[in-house]
């Protein structure tokens, strides 16, 4: 069977929100198609990651580290003097290696993705939450096709909005992908339906990821003892569900990069077929 | 003092030294569990922004309690800004790591697990394992245990906070002074009309719930 799925585009006459008149149903025929046997071959084989834009809501990446390369904008999250927050155009790269260590991961495994990077972390510990949903906001607004979140808040007063955002994202294909906790806590937004959340495996391989059939962490990723690019150019050995997660985003920039438009919903099915525990996935 | 304050002190008192001797208990154990040089627990003092040594066991024992630093900085602010465990098998790689404040503790250690002490949505603070042996690879059921006994710490630190502010409380000092005074001076007869008094303002502080 054919990869049909891939030509479906975007409709350009809006249809009516709530309702489907039965003279517009031709107008929304959809493939219906996966292939039979969903394959790794299928969903990424000859991918590269090339044409998905990526997103990392993070501490920043720093500029020209020799395994992140060219990262295409960088903004951060700042109050102005009014105290309002607002997202500004920034050269100050990374401010503690973080989001240096996952964007360097996505493009181990998708050399050829488009990087953003949006700082939200690195100013101080308090006020932090305002701070990520305004950065999450201005990444779903610009519809990046993947933001990796290897972070989350335990503070429930931003759970409505984080969860409005993370639908809003999910109806507008950008991807979350999102960190569990690394203690057995409530956090947001990654015990969130809408978006695909990651814990760690033990394993050295960066493609071998499993589907968790008791969520809420869905899906498992490398997470052990790496060796992430760090400031300066540098790396540094790393443990956590943060690292994970990059893994897990940097897969899903290679299926979008052979499937453009595959909805979330769509994409989470050939995680779960592609998965390292699936029976075929092979 | 009242009997009822005296009574009431007695118990704050004792909880204070319980708490702290179960706060010192979790440490101790932390390092023999994972054959640390040392552990400690920082308790966060959010008027000042800054962490507070509570309670060590192996290195700097006995000499570091009540010693301060900045909350924001270092690898505890890590953990404090995100509220996640935090494992450095090579510290001085570790951009986020202050030599500085180690230094002025007496002990540079070479490697950290550092994990955030969190009650509910508050964190209290942060409990630090330095110096694993080195030939031990890191596991993922480490960073399991090491939640465990964050949960143990956290529970002993939010006690001895909560005893802390009962006894600021019994001496008048903080928000609770008056309510504390107002306790010692209900011992007694003749207190019908202030009995009536405190329970209107229980009704009403029910229904503003």
């Given at each position: 069977m054919?990869a049909?799925?891939?030509s ?6 809006d249809l009516?929100?709530w ?8 107008r ?15 969903a990424w084989g000859?991918?590269?990651g090339a ?8 501490s ?10 060219h990262?295409?904008r960088s903004?951060a999250v ?19 290696g973080h989001?240096?260590?996952c964007?360097?991961?996505?493009r ?18 308090k006020?932090g ?13 610009q519809e ?5 979140m ?5 503070r429930t ?23 569990a ?18 814990g760690?495996?033990e394993e ?12 809420p962490?869905?899906f498992f990723?490398r997470?052990?003892?790496l ?6 150019g ?12 990059p ?12 499937h453009?438009?595959l ?6 099915s050939v995680?779960y077929?592609?998965?390292s525990n699936?029976k075929?996935?092979? | 003092?009242?009997?009822l304050?005296?009574a ?6 004792g ?10 208990a979790?440490?101790?154990v932390a390092?023999?569990i994972?054959g640390?040089?040392?552990a400690s627990?920082?308790?966060l ?5 800054e962490?507070v040594f ?11 309690i ?5 909350a924001?900085?270092g690898?505890?602010g890590w953990?404090l800004?995100?509220?996640?465990p935090l ?17 002025s503790?007496?002990?540079v ?13 508050r964190?209290l603070g ?11 690879r890191?596991r993922l059921?480490e960073?399991?245990?090491l939640g ?8 002993a630190?939010?006690l ?8 600021a409380?019994?001496?008048g000092?903080g928000?609770l ?8 001076r209900?011992?007694g007869?003749?207190?019908?009309a202030a009995?009536?008094?405190l ?5 009403l ?5």
């Amino acid at each position: 069977m054919s990869a049909a799925i891939d030509s479906h585009d975007h409709e350009e006459e809006d249809l009516p929100a709530w309702s489907l008149p039965a003279e517009a149903v031709d107008r929304i025929r959809v493939p219906v198609a996966l292939p039979e046997q969903v394959t790794r071959e299928w969903a990424w084989g000859g991918s590269t990651g090339a044409g998905v834009r990526v997103c990392i809501l993070d501490s920043g990446v720093e500029l020209d580290h020799p395994l992140v390369g060219h990262v295409d904008r960088s903004v951060a999250v700042q109050r102005n003097e009014e105290g309002e927050l607002e997202v500004l155009d920034d050269e100050a790269g990374d401010l503690c290696g973080h989001g240096t260590a996952c964007a360097g991961v996505v493009r181990s495994l998708a050399p050829d993705v488009e990087l953003t990077s949006v700082r939200v972390l690195g100013a101080g510990y308090k006020g932090g939450g305002e701070i990520l949903l305004r950065g999450l906001e201005w990444a779903v607004e610009q519809e990046f096709q993947v933001v990796n979140m290897s972070l989350s808040t335990t503070r429930t007063k931003y759970v409505d909005r984080l969860h409005v955002l993370a639908d809003r994202a999910y109806f507008k294909r950008v991807l979350l992908v999102a960190s569990a906790h690394n203690m057995p806590v409530e956090s947001f937004p990654w015990r969130f339906a809408s978006v695909i959340s990651v814990g760690s495996h033990e394993e050295a391989d960066g493609l071998t990821f499993y589907y968790n059939p008791t969520p809420p962490v869905e899906f498992f990723g490398r997470g052990l003892d790496l060796d992430v690019a760090w400031l300066d150019g540098g790396t540094l050995r790393c443990t956590g569900n943060s690292f994970a997660t990059p893994h897990i985003a940097g897969i899903c920039a290679l299926i979008l990069g052979k499937h453009p438009n595959l909805t979330p919903f769509q994409l989470k099915s050939v995680l779960y077929q592609t998965a390292s525990n699936a029976k075929e996935a092979a | 003092m009242s009997d009822l304050e005296a009574a009431v002190a007695a118990g704050v008192i004792g909880a204070e030294d319980a708490h702290r001797a179960l706060l010192q208990a979790t440490v101790e154990v932390a390092r023999a569990i994972f054959g640390a040089k040392a552990a400690s627990v920082f308790l966060l003092d959010e008027e000042t922004e800054e962490l507070v040594f509570e309670a060590v066991a192996g290195e700097g024992e006995g000499e570091l309690i009540g010693m301060r630093f900045p909350a924001g900085t270092g690898i505890a602010g890590w953990v404090l800004t995100t509220r996640q465990p935090l494992i450095v098998d090579d510290l001085s790689a570790d951009t986020r790591w202050s030599r500085t404040a180690a230094e002025s503790t007496g002990y540079v250690p070479k490697s950290m697990m550092a994990v955030p002490l969190l009650a509910e949505e508050r964190v209290l603070g942060v409990l630090n394992v330095l110096d694993r042996p080195e030939e031990s690879r890191v596991r993922l059921s480490e960073v399991d245990l090491l939640g465990l006994f964050a949960n143990q710490a956290a529970i002993a630190l939010d006690l001895l906070q909560r005893a802390r502010l009962a006894r600021a409380a019994l001496a008048g000092e903080g928000r609770l002074g008056p309510l504390a005074r107002v306790a010692a001076r209900l011992e007694g007869d003749d207190h019908e009309a202030a009995f009536d008094l405190l329970r209107a303002l229980e009704r009403l502080l029910r229904e503003t719930d």
